[in-house]
């Protein structure tokens, strides 16, 4: 199975800020990842999916990198409704998920 | 933009089934592959249990084998999740998900979840 690790696990930001949580994979999985986003009692929204590309109505301060092992997602300027928990997810064989990054305010 | 609502969630003693539903709407079910996707309290996500546009791909997670039953209905836009011998461990907030078409697929649409609860 592949594994997925987030950092960090938690995050302090403030409205403005640059925010980039990393994702890696335990073993390749080109660029098959996703990453949602949940805000607490809610579903989950897909952002980002195949590493780098906006799922469509997601605003452009949110972008995607990475391909192979290591993965980034960064949120240029964070704004109030930011504030969440983002996971990302592989795909490249069957679905795993990370264990999640939590946005707080600071 | 489709929607999928979520039903059937509960209160269940361990040993004991219930049933979720997913009523989709606003795209062609059919032409999708739908997946439940679960969350523990205060834990991550876990995908469960997905089956293909026809039925003739499924896949279970190995702790729901033998004991959780998936399905679809393409004439009603319905899906199913037959849980039987539940375990505490079970408990969780049940999510369908529609996988986005292509291959390999990501989870596009999200209902909003209903939680069962196992306990004694």
């Known amino acids: ?106 | 933009e489709g929607q999928l609502l979520e039903s059937g969630g509960g209160f269940i003693q361990p040993g004991g089934s219930l049933r979720l539903s997913c009523a989709a709407s606003g795209f062609m079910f059919s032409d999708h592959a739908m997946i439940w996707v679960r969350q523990a309290p205060g834990k991550g996500l876990d995908w469960v249990s997905g089956l293909s546009g026809g039925s003739d791909t499924i896949l279970y997670v190995n702790s729901v084998k033998g004991r959780f039953t998936i399905s679809r209905d393409n004439s009603k836009n319905m899906m199913y999740l037959q849980m039987n011998s539940l375990r505490a461990e079970d408990t969780a907030v049940y999510y369908c998900a529609r996988l986005s078409r292509g291959s390999p697929s990501v989870f596009d649409i999200w209902g909003q979840g209903t939680m069962v609860t196992v306990s004694s």
């Open chain 1, 1 to 106: 199975d592949i594994q997925m690790t987030q950092s960090p696990s938690t995050l302090s930001a403030s409205v403005g800020d640059r925010v980039t949580i990393t994702c890696r994979a335990s073993q390749s999985i080109s660029t098959w990842l996703a990453w949602y986003q949940q805000k607490p009692g809610k579903a989950p929204k897909l952002l980002i999916y195949k590493a780098s590309s906006l799922e469509s109505g997601v605003p452009l301060r949110f972008s995607g990198s990475g391909s192979g092992t290591q993965f980034t997602l960064t949120i240029s300027s964070l704004q109030p409704d930011d504030f969440a928990t983002y996971y990302c997810q592989q795909y490249n064989s069957y679905w795993t998920f990370g264990q999640g990054t939590k946005v707080e305010v600071k």
